[in-house]
């Protein structure tokens, strides 16, 4: 698979790094040289430029990549990116980093994202996951954000504990996809029983959380 990231940053030269090793051809691009110094290239190719810009894009092959990450730590340059990425260089899929969760409505399938990732809120999540029980983590964001990946760990007060998968009354198009318990993780067959101390994955359209909130918590 060919992949470019834009931003050599601490994530995207890791990144980098990992898919390289992976077999994956990687084409890093980067405009601060202190960046680029701290790059070991291996098999990784790397654009000294702009990647807002369309002649860097160019330089880059952008138009034969199977994937564009836009990993810069700036959220109008990432925007920029994803656009250019989706609509000029027509890349089947855009991945983008949003750095401040107060901008991560904007990154959607009209900026030509296809997945944002927020470091900051899937912090905010783990932090909220080992310290709160019944209440709902939104964890990633997916199909352009309109689906969510959510996670509940029932406590002795949810309504779901003691019902079956298949008797939950999650909304239209909503789904427990996985159970965590203890150590295990078990699949969501409808004839499981959810427990005390379960951890609930579920994905959910956007607009229905407060049905799976119902469903799971009460």
């Known amino acids: 698979m060919r992949i470019v990231i834009a931003g050599a940053g601490g994530v995207g030269r890791y990144l980098a790094s990992e898919l390289d090793a992976r077999g994956h051809d990687l084409t890093l691009i980067e405009?601060?040289?202190d960046a680029l110094a701290k790059i070991v290239t291996g098999d990784i190719t790397v654009i000294d430029g702009d990647a807002c810009s369309p002649d860097t894009l160019e330089e880059?092959?952008?138009r034969d990549a199977d994937v564009m990450v836009a990993l810069t730590g700036d959220d109008e340059d990432n925007l920029v990116i994803s656009l250019l990425a989706k609509e000029e260089f027509a890349v089947p899929r855009v991945l983008a980093r949003v750095n401040y969760p107060s901008n991560?409505?904007?990154?959607?399938?009209?900026?030509?994202?296809?997945?944002?990732v927020s470091p900051p809120h899937l912090l905010t999540a783990?932090?909220?996951e080992e310290v709160l029980s019944g209440d709902l983590i939104s964890l990633l964001k997916l199909q352009r954000g309109e689906v969510e990946l959510l996670e509940v760990r029932l406590d002795d007060s949810s309504v779901a504990v003691g019902e079956r998968v298949d008797a939950l009354e999650l909304g239209p198009g909503s789904a427990v996809v996985a159970i965590v318990r203890g150590?295990?993780?078990?699949?969501?067959r409808g004839t499981t029983a959810l427990a005390e101390g379960d951890e609930v994955l579920a994905l959910t359209p956007v607009g229905q959380l407060e049905s799976v909130r119902q469903a799971l918590i009460g």
């Open 31 to 33: 405009l601060r040289q």
């Open 60 to 62: 880059a092959d952008l």
């Open 104 to 116: 991560e409505w904007l990154f959607d399938e009209s900026w030509g994202v296809d997945l944002a």
């Open 126 to 128: 783990l932090v909220e």
């Open 183 to 188: 150590s295990r993780v078990l699949p969501a």
